[in-house]
T-cell receptor
Framework: DAKTTQPPSMDCAEGRAANLPCNHSTISGNEYVYWYRQIHSQGPQYIIHGLKNNETNEMASLIITEDRKSSTLILPHATLRDTAVYYCIVRVGGYGGSQGNLIFGKGTKLSVKP | GAVVSQHPSRVICKSGTSVKIECRSLDFQATTMFWYRQFPKKSLMLMATSNEGSKATYEQGVEKDKFLINHASLTLSTLTVTSAHPEDSSFYIC?????????????FGPGTRLTVL
């Protein structure tokens, strides 16, 4: 079973920031938080991942609470093309050969509206 | 991000036939590849993990004799659905992990839609 809890759906107005929450209260010290999204009938797209520090890239920002029990993915200026199912996944990460597998939960269906 | 391709993107076959799906990592070497299956309105389910040059590891409930996986090179893995039946109709998605350069991030292919008549 997935180790994360996400709201099943969210709406966001085009041009506004989309803040997608994720709870992972049982996260272990060596587990990273990964975010992927899946646009209808396509393969999942990697967005961002982090361990404990906040992360930012060209797609999004990831805010992880100090206790690491929850995180928020932020799309700063949502567009219609950001409409997708967003998956928050915790997984043993880092370098080397001991990474865990990506286990997908139900995700959050984000609908960006004009 | 890294590019993973799948071929074919869509296939329709008759019940009882076998179908092969190819997964390629185009700009990196993938020592580990993964196969997922997704039914309509459901999430992705991991079927198996394959390491280059060794036998695949199947998840519980996935029949290894029905879903044959070959990972013969660092850029190619194949999934063969043998003696396909209508209940095998699904969206099959492969994924590859770049061990060396990209922090072990896993990248996904565009998926293959299999319809068994």
């Amino acid at each position: 079973d997935a180790k994360t809890t996400q709201p099943p759906s969210m709406d966001c107005a085009e041009g506004r920031a989309a803040n997608l929450p994720c709870n992972h209260s049982t996260i272990s010290g060596n587990e990273y938080v990964y975010w992927y999204r899946q646009i209808h009938s396509q393969g999942p797209q990697y967005i961002i991942h982090g361990l404990k520090n906040n992360e930012t890239n060209e797609m999004a920002s990831l805010i992880i609470t100090e206790d690491r029990k929850s995180s928020t993915l932020i799309l700063p200026h949502a567009t219609l093309r950001d409409t997708a199912v967003y998956y928050c996944i915790v997984r043993v990460g880092g370098y080397g050969g001991s990474q865990g597998n990506l286990i997908f939960g139900k995700g959050t269906k984000l609908s960006v509206k004009p | 991000g890294a590019v993973v391709s799948q071929h074919p993107s869509r296939v329709i076959c008759k019940s009882g036939t076998s179908v092969k799906i190819e997964c390629r990592s185009l700009d990196f070497q993938a020592t580990t590849m993964f196969w997922y299956r997704q039914f309509p309105k459901k999430s992705l389910m991991l079927m198996a993990t394959s390491n280059e040059g060794s036998k695949a590891t199947y998840e519980q409930g996935v029949e290894k004799d029905k879903f044959l996986i070959n990972h013969a090179s660092l850029t190619l893995s194949t999934l063969t659905v043998t003696s396909a039946h209508p209940e095998d109709s699904s969206f099959y998605i492969c994924s590859a992990r770049d061990m060396q350069l990209r922090g072990n991030t896993q990248y996904f292919g565009p998926g293959t839609r299999l319809t068994v008549l």
